[in-house]
């Protein structure tokens, strides 16, 4: 079983920068797709990014594409999530997850993932 705990989020103005982390413990996430998602109050939960299990592949949001960045680092079990130009809709709350197919290479927008992390909140201010 897998543990994910998100941490980095804080209170910024619009144009400002965060970075996300995602720890991971319990299992190595060497072999594993990292993703990103985020839920807005009164909004369903959307995909952020992901990033597949040796890096090699990254996906974005069409409303993300171009201002953050996904990435990770297996050798401290986490994976990160860059956000710059930050906009007032990018106010979420950011989950991190993770599959458990390993070493799954089909497109990054068909996995299933099956671990959560509880979330950090990330507030733009305009």
């Known amino acids: 079983q897998v543990q994910l705990v998100e941490s980095g989020g804080d209170l910024v103005q619009a144009g400002g920068s965060l970075r996300l982390s995602c720890a991971a413990s319990?299992?190595?996430?060497?072999?594993?797709?990292m993703a990103w998602f985020r839920q807005a109050p009164g909004r369903e939960r959307e995909f952020v990014s992901a990033?597949?299990?040796?890096?090699?592949?990254?996906d974005y949001a069409a409303s993300v594409r171009g201002r953050f960045s996904i990435s990770r680092d297996n050798a401290e079990n986490t994976a990160y999530l860059q956000m710059n130009s930050l906009k007032p809709e990018d106010t979420a709350v950011y989950y991190c997850?993770?599959?458990?197919?390993?070493?799954?290479?089909?497109?990054?927008?068909?996995?299933?993932?099956?671990?959560w992390g509880q979330g950090t909140q990330v507030t733009v201010s305009s």
């Open positions: 997850a993770t599959n458990s197919v390993g070493f799954y290479s089909g497109p990054l927008f068909l996995v299933e993932y099956d671990y």
């Open positions: 319990g299992r190595s996430i060497m072999r594993y797709a």
């Open positions: 990033i597949n299990w040796s890096g090699s592949s990254t």
